[in-house]
């Protein structure tokens, strides 16, 4: 009776885990199994997609690209296994032995021991082809295939390199990361290039607004950051803006991501500033740091020089001089970094790449805010911005960085539609 139960047991303990001598293969992704100090022996498995088919006589070569790095992980395979569903972009999943590569290339190949393709690709019909260094302007006409191209595959793995090294910064030096809304009744820039929000099909009255007021999709975070600023000495936030800016321009987009700051306690552009200055620095020699590689294929390929450029700018401190004599150096192109500061206000302009950054500070006397807002008949739609300097109001300021923007300088991409994965902009929506 207790043998029974115990072999029943043990049975469903087989077939509910691997059973020993029965293991399966560990999964490891390209950049891991390129990674890999020492090999044990154990079967692994990888998955990912073909970047190149080389066939001998009695050995297949292929190069597997999982998206998690650049380098391609080499496959050995016995010419057995060739076929012509082994093509380029085909997705395949290969299991067999990690070895130590005889290639001074890399450090780790895989020795096959059985290899499925999972799904087809015709590589005489796929847009881009093995060894063609296709142009940026080319790739923009395959939104949904370009990030399988090396050069998209870096500049994407910058962007979310990036993205984490941001988040790092403000969280080391002690900011509250908040969620500000993209659905808003404000208009913070006073622009007008605004997206009106509506449901699609009207609710009860055609008149009515489904908020009760305009509603628009946020084209800046700072106000609610300002709000926060009253509970938190230090705020950001990092999300997507829009403007309906009817532009097509290497330099605009209808929706980006912008990383905007507010510090309470705040009462001089310097300081301001050097919170700029070492979000820039920091956040870029992470990116430097972790994908080498990436930022590499960029400045060698699609911006040569960039590297020098970025390299000075790294090493000197953001320059203060005049708007008169900011234009100037944009014009001649002959310096990274510039502030203009206009009152108590301050940007950062970038040869190429143009406003980097934008800041000031705020506007914290309450009577003189109220006189503005009666004049402009705006007293009773904003009296929540002067309810925040009637209850413990603190001198504030803040800032924000378009997040393409700072791609493009940092990698050298010349136009802003390279450097995020979904482009939108004027007669421009696709998927």
């Given at each position: 009776?207790?043998?029974?139960?115990?072999?029943?047991?043990?049975?469903?303990?087989?077939?509910?885990?691997?059973?020993?001598?029965?293991?399966?293969?560990?999964?490891?992704?390209?950049?891991?199994?390129?990674?890999?100090?020492?090999?044990?022996?154990?079967?692994?498995?990888?998955?990912?997609?073909?970047?190149?088919?080389?066939?001998?006589?009695?050995?297949?070569?292929?190069?597997?690209?999982?998206?998690?790095?650049?380098?391609?992980?080499?496959?050995?395979?016995?010419?057995?296994?060739?076929?012509?569903?082994?093509?380029?972009?085909?997705?395949?999943?290969?299991?067999?032995?990690?070895?130590?590569?005889?290639?001074?290339?890399?450090?780790?190949?895989?020795?096959?021991?059985?290899?499925?393709?999972?799904?087809?690709?015709?590589?005489?019909?796929?847009?881009?082809?093995?060894?063609?260094?296709?142009?940026?302007?080319?790739?923009?006409?395959?939104?949904?295939?370009?990030?399988?191209?090396?050069?998209?595959?870096?500049?994407?793995?910058?962007?979310?390199?990036?993205?984490?090294?941001?988040?790092?910064?403000?969280?080391?030096?002690?900011?509250?990361?908040?969620?500000?809304?993209?659905?808003?009744?404000?208009?913070?820039?006073?622009?007008?290039?605004?997206?009106?929000?509506?449901?699609?099909?009207?609710?009860?009255?055609?008149?009515?607004?489904?908020?009760?007021?305009?509603?628009?999709?946020?084209?800046?975070?700072?106000?609610?950051?300002?709000?926060?600023s009253g509970a938190f000495t230090q705020v950001f936030t990092f999300?997507?803006?829009?403007?309906?800016?009817?532009?097509?321009?290497?330099?605009?987009?209808?929706?980006?991501?912008?990383?905007?700051?507010?510090?309470?306690?705040?009462?001089?552009?310097?300081?301001?500033?050097?919170?700029?200055?070492?979000?820039?620095?920091?956040?870029?020699?992470?990116?430097?740091?972790?994908?080498?590689?990436?930022?590499?294929?960029?400045?060698?390929?699609?911006?040569?020089?960039?590297?020098?450029?970025?390299?000075?700018?790294?090493?000197?401190?953001?320059?203060?001089?005049?708007?008169?004599?900011?234009?100037?150096i944009l014009k001649q192109s002959s310096q990274n970094f510039t502030?203009?500061?206009?009152?108590?206000?301050?940007?950062?302009?970038?040869?190429?790449?143009?406003?980097?950054?934008?800041g000031s500070l705020r506007e914290e006397r309450y009577h003189f805010?109220?006189?503005?807002?009666?004049?402009?008949?705006?007293?009773?739609?904003?009296?929540?911005?002067?309810?925040?300097?009637?209850?413990?109001?603190?001198?504030?300021?803040?800032?924000?960085?378009?997040?393409?923007?700072?791609?493009?300088?940092?990698?050298?991409?010349?136009?802003?539609?390279?450097?995020?994965?979904?482009?939108?902009?004027?007669?421009?929506?696709?998927?």
């Amino acid at each position: 009776m207790f043998g029974a139960r115990f072999l029943a047991r043990a049975l469903r303990s087989c077939s509910s885990a691997p059973c020993p001598g029965h293991r399966p293969p560990a999964r490891l992704s390209v950049r891991d199994a390129l990674g890999a100090q020492s090999t044990s022996g154990e079967r692994v498995k990888v998955q990912g997609w073909i970047r190149s088919v080389r066939s001998q006589k009695e050995v297949l070569f292929l190069h597997i690209n999982d998206g998690s790095s650049l380098e391609s992980l080499q496959v050995v395979a016995d010419s057995s296994f060739d076929n012509r569903e082994l093509a380029f972009g085909s997705s395949v999943e290969v299991q067999g032995q990690l070895v130590k590569s005889p290639s001074k290339k890399q450090n780790m190949e895989l020795k096959a021991e059985k290899i499925e393709v999972v799904g087809n690709c015709d590589a005489t019909a796929f847009p881009f082809k093995y060894k063609e260094r296709h142009p940026l302007e080319y790739l923009r006409q395959y939104p949904h295939l370009r990030c399988r191209t090396n050069a998209l595959g870096s500049i994407l793995r910058v962007r979310s390199e990036a993205t984490a090294a941001i988040h790092s910064f403000f969280k080391d030096n002690g900011f509250v990361h908040i969620h500000t809304p993209i659905i808003t009744s404000n208009d913070c820039e006073g622009a007008g290039e605004l997206f009106q929000v509506e449901p699609s099909s009207k609710i009860k009255m055609p008149e009515e607004n489904f908020f009760n007021v305009p509603a628009f999709l946020t084209v800046s975070g700072q106000l609610h950051l300002e709000v926060m600023s009253g509970a938190f000495t230090q705020v950001f936030t990092f999300g997507p803006t829009f403007r309906a800016e009817n532009s097509q321009s290497r330099r605009h987009l209808a929706e980006f991501y912008m990383v905007e700051a507010e510090i309470s306690f705040v009462e001089s552009l310097q300081d301001l500033m050097q919170v700029m200055e070492g979000l820039f620095k920091t956040a870029t020699m992470m990116v430097l740091s972790n994908c080498p590689e990436d930022v590499e294929l960029c400045h060698k390929f699609i911006a040569p020089g960039q590297k020098e450029r970025l390299e000075h700018m790294l090493k000197n401190n953001f320059l203060i001089i005049s708007y008169t004599e900011a234009v100037e150096i944009l014009k001649q192109s002959s310096q990274n970094f510039t502030f203009t500061p206009e009152v108590a206000a301050v940007d950062l302009l970038v040869p190429g790449v143009g406003e980097l950054f934008g800041g000031s500070l705020r506007e914290e006397r309450y009577h003189f805010l109220e006189q503005r807002l009666a004049r402009s008949g705006l007293t009773e739609t904003y009296q929540w911005y002067l309810d925040l300097r009637r209850f413990g109001s603190v001198p504030h300021g803040g800032f924000g960085m378009g997040f393409e923007r700072y791609l493009q300088c940092i990698l050298g991409i010349d136009n802003i539609k390279d450097v995020i994965p979904f482009p939108r902009f004027t007669h421009s929506c696709i998927l």
